[in-house]
């Protein structure tokens, strides 16, 4: 069944592109769309987990090109997406966290450097893909609907709560998801199609880390397979699971102090990594994913040492 939707959905769709595309969703995505006659441009910064995925997805029968680039290189993006001869496809899904802390007393305090460093990688980079895309698929003949290309951005469940254990994250995501849904009647009429995607808590080494309970958390292919579903169906942000959306949405219509000192009141999560910019403790993160059975891992919460 799977296949079946799959192969229908990308029957008009010869070209994808995917940021974020050597790990975790974008993996997946990259994966769940590789097969014969689609062209798929994948790109993240670790040549040797971009060249595996790209060979895994030959080995479907797609042709993939990866290219090592920096979301966060906008002049970099521009050239890159505009060498592209179509563009069907384009999953702006690069994004770091710097972890989700426990709420505490008075939250976290968030250095300035990581404060930039996700709003540069979740929101520019974002834009630095979509922009120029918007830019390439004007210019493509529209198919028998009107549309002359899709875009999917990744934002998250942490767009609907401002909280406190993680203030740049949410407004990264919120931010991305806003735009998104916001800008979406408009390009619409221009045969541009716009999608945001909140997930809850999914498999990759984002969450490796997470030391604590993660209700609704699903593997990446799962999430990718949701994502392609719900896209096909038409979908203008797509959310799951519904009911951690609801709590979410529920949560921020409070008054922040009370919604704060009652995430507050939620057992502690930590420890957790406090710096995004530190690569090496993410690198180790999915290192560790990668080398171990980190389903289980995770479930058993033995992996850390
Ligand atoms: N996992 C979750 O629970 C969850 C929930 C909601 C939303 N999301 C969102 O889903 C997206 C994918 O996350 P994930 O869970 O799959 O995490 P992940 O496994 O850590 O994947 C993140 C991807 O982003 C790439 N990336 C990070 N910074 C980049 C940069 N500056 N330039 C280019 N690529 C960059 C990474 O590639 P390199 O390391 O090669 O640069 C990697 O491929 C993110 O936007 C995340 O916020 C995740």
Redesign the pocket.
């Known amino acids: 069944m799977m296949s079946f939707i799959l192969e229908s959905f990308f029957m008009q769709a010869s070209s994808t592109l995917i ?8 993996r997946a995505l990259a994966l769940a769309c590789a097969a014969r006659g689609v062209q798929l441009h994948l ?4 040549q040797a ?2 060249q595996a995925v790209a060979n895994e997805c030959r080995a479907r029968g797609a042709e993939a090109c990866p290219r090592a ?4 290189d906008s002049a970099a993006m521009s050239q890159w997406i505009a060498g592209i001869e179509r563009l069907d496809w384009v999953f702006a ?5 710097a972890g989700t802390h426990s709420a505490g007393d008075s939250g976290v305090r968030e250095r300035a450097a990581q404060v930039r460093a996700i709003f540069a ?2 929101l520019d ?1 974002v834009l630095n893909t979509v922009l120029p895309a918007i830019e390439r698929m004007e210019s493509q003949p529209p198919d028998a609907h009107g549309v002359r290309g899709r875009i999917v951005n ?1 934002a ?3 767009a609907f709560i401002a909280f406190p254990g993680a203030p740049t994250y949410c407004a990264s ?1 919120a931010a991305v998801d806003y735009w998104t849904t916001a800008s979406a009647p408009s390009h619409r009429r221009r045969g541009i199609v716009l999608h945001s995607v909140c ?4 498999r ?4 490796a880390a997470n030391d604590f309970p993660m209700p609704g958390l699903i593997d ?1 292919e799962r999430a990718a397979a949701i994502i392609l579903r719900s896209v096909r169906a038409g979908k203008r942000r797509i959310v799951f699971p519904w009911w951690m959306a609801i709590g979410a949405r529920f949560m921020q219509l409070l008054p922040p102090a009370l919604a704060a000192r009652m995430l507050a009141s939620q057992r502690s999560m930590g420890p957790m990594p406090t710096d995004c910019l530190d690569r090496s403790r993410i690198s180790s993160a999915f290192e560790r994913v990668d080398q171990t059975k980190f389903r289980d891992r995770i479930r058993d919460r033995t992996w850390r040492s």
Do not use: E
């Open positions: 940021t974020g595309a050597s790990s975790g969703i974008g790109s993240g910064r670790n987990r971009l680039i920096d979301v966060r899904n690069a994004g770091i966290s990688t979740n980079g990744i998250s469940m942490a995501k997930p809850g808590f999914v990759s080494a984002m969450t990446s």
